[in-house]
């Protein structure tokens, strides 16, 4: 397999990402580009946390209980 028939190893998305932060001058760009995709991954997550939470029907017993219970498998 040559160079030229290679498949890409990045998706286009990866791709768009790289390219968009070769553009960057500054820490300061960098910070603020980091800034809006953890924000955007924040709602990806506060959107399926909800998600979750209304198809599982859980109440505020249950998510104390996933946060701070000792849910490991017990030894035998």
């Known amino acids: 397999m040559t160079i030229a028939t290679a498949k890409p190893v990045l998706n286009p998305t990866q791709l768009f990402i790289l ?35 209304d198809n599982q029907q859980l109440d505020n017993a249950q998510m104390e209980e996933l946060m701070y219970g000792h849910l490991r498998a017990s030894k035998q």
């Open 19 to 53: 390219q968009t932060f070769a553009t960057v001058d500054s820490e300061e760009e960098r910070d603020d580009l980091i800034s809006l995709y953890l924000d955007y991954i924040q709602k990806k997550l506060d959107k399926a946390a909800d998600a979750f939470w």
